[in-house]
C-alpha cells in the first residue's frame, strides 16, 4: 500500500525528485517499462480489434475494444462508429467506474477537504489504470504516475476535446531517448471518481496511447494506494485554498517551468556566440528560435498571472 499522508507534491510514491528544469515524463519510467505496459494492455486483443465509440445521455464520449461492454441502448450509435484500432494509437478497454464510486454531486471547484473519494482501478502489471473524465466530455484511460510533473493526455484525446494546439506553448521532457518537446494545454476539469479538479495544466503526448494522471492533478490530495484491494483514496489538501499550489503546479514547479525556458535561450544564444559569421541562414534560424522563447515566456506570464502566481515563484 502506498500512503500518501503527505501533499503529493511532497511524496510521490517513493519515486525520486527530479530537479531536471526540463521536467519528466517520470523520473523512474523509461522506454523499456512503457513498452512492457502496452505489451500487457495489448496482450489479450488482437492487434487489429476494433474500437467502438458512443457518446452518452449526457454528451461524454466512451471507448470500448468489446460490443458487449457497450450498454445496449448505445450499441446501435456505437456499431456506427466503430474504426480499427492502430489507426490512431491503441486504445484502451473501457470499463465504468462503479455508480457507488462515482458522487452524483459535482463540486464546481476543488472537491471540498472533507470528502474521501474511494476510486476502484485496474491493476496492469506494475501500474494502475483507472478512467478519467476531462472537461465533461470525454472519458479516456490514463495510468496513475505520480512520477509525472504534469497530467499527460494523449494526441487522439486532445482531437475529441477539440483542443487547439496550434502556437501551444511547449514543455520539454527527459525520456530514455532524450528530450522530447510536447504542447502544453490547460484542462478546464479532471475528475477521477468524483474527485474534481478545475484548470489542471497538461502535455498532450503524439506517442503515448493511454495518458498519465500527474502531479498537476495530485498536487491538490492526500493519497494513499492500495493496488492489492484494487483501491486509490482521495482526500483534498487544501494546498490550493492555503496557496501553495498554484494553477496546479508548486512554487518549485513554477520555477522548473520558467528555468526550461531560460536554458533554452541561454543555449541559442551560446550557439550564436560562436556560430561561424557566414552561416546566415543558421542564424537566422537561432534567431528565429529566440523569438520563439520570448513569445513562449509570455505565454507563460499569462498563465502564471491567470493563476495569480506570485513573483518569487517565477525566478
Known amino acids: ?29 523509461r522506454l523499456e517499462g512503457v513498452l512492457a ?44 462508429s466503430k474504426f480499427v484500432e492502430g489507426s490512431r494509437g491503441a486504445i484502451q478497454i473501457y470499463q465504468p467506474v462503479p455508480a457507488a464510486l462515482s458522487p452524483s454531486r459535482r463540486p464546481t471547484r476543488s472537491s471540498p477537504s472533507s470528502e474521501i473519494f474511494k476510486i476502484r482501478v485496474q491493476r496492469t502489471g506494475n501500474s494502475m489504470r483507472v478512467n478519467v473524465r476531462l472537461n465533461d466530455s470525454v472519458t479516456a484511460p490514463f495510468l ?19 483542443l487547439d494546439l496550434e502556437g501551444a506553448r511547449t514543455g520539454r521532457y527527459s525520456t530514455a531517448n532524450g528530450v522530447i518537446e510536447e504542447p502544453l494545454v490547460t ?31 495530485f498536487n491538490h490530495f492526500r493519497y494513499r494506494f492500495d493496488p492489492g484491494a484494487g483501491l486509490v483514496t482521495l482526500q483534498p489538501n487544501g494546498l490550493a485554498e492555503a496557496g501553495k499550489i498554484r ?34 541562414r543558421r542564424k537566422a534560424e537561432l534567431h528565429d528560435a529566440l523569438e520563439e522563447v520570448d513569445r513562449q515566456y509570455a505565454a507563460l506570464e499569462d498563465e502564471a498571472d491567470d493563476a495569480r502566481v506570485p513573483m518569487q515563484w517565477r525566478d
Open 37 to 80: 505496459v502496452l505489451v500487457l494492455l495489448l496482450a489479450s486483443a488482437d492487434v487489429s480489434a476494433e474500437i467502438y465509440k458512443w457518446k452518452d445521455a449526457q454528451g461524454r464520449l466512451h471507448f470500448a475494444q468489446d460490443l458487449h461492454q457497450v450498454p445496449s441502448r448505445y450499441r446501435e450509435q456505437a456499431e456506427g
Open 1 to 29: 500500500m502506498f500512503d500518501g499522508e503527505q501533499p503529493a507534491s511532497e511524496r510521490s510514491m517513493g519515486i525520486p525528485s527530479n530537479s531536471n528544469p526540463f521536467g519528466s515524463r517520470s523520473p523512474g519510467w
Open 144 to 162: 496513475i504516475d505520480t512520477g509525472a510533473t504534469d497530467v499527460s493526455i494523449p494526441e487522439w484525446v486532445a482531437r475529441e476535446l477539440g
Open 247 to 280: 494553477g496546479g503546479r508548486s512554487r518549485a514547479q513554477w520555477q522548473g517551468q520558467y528555468a526550461s525556458l531560460a536554458q533554452r535561450s541561454q543555449a541559442i544564444e551560446r550557439e550564436l556566440e560562436e556560430i561561424n559569421p557566414n552561416w546566415a
Open 187 to 217: 484542462l478546464d476539469s479532471v475528475e477521477l471518481g468524483g474527485a474534481r479538479v478545475e484548470k489542471v495544466p497538461a502535455a498532450v503526448s503524439r506517442t503515448m496511447p493511454v495518458g498519465l494522471l500527474g502531479l498537476s492533478f
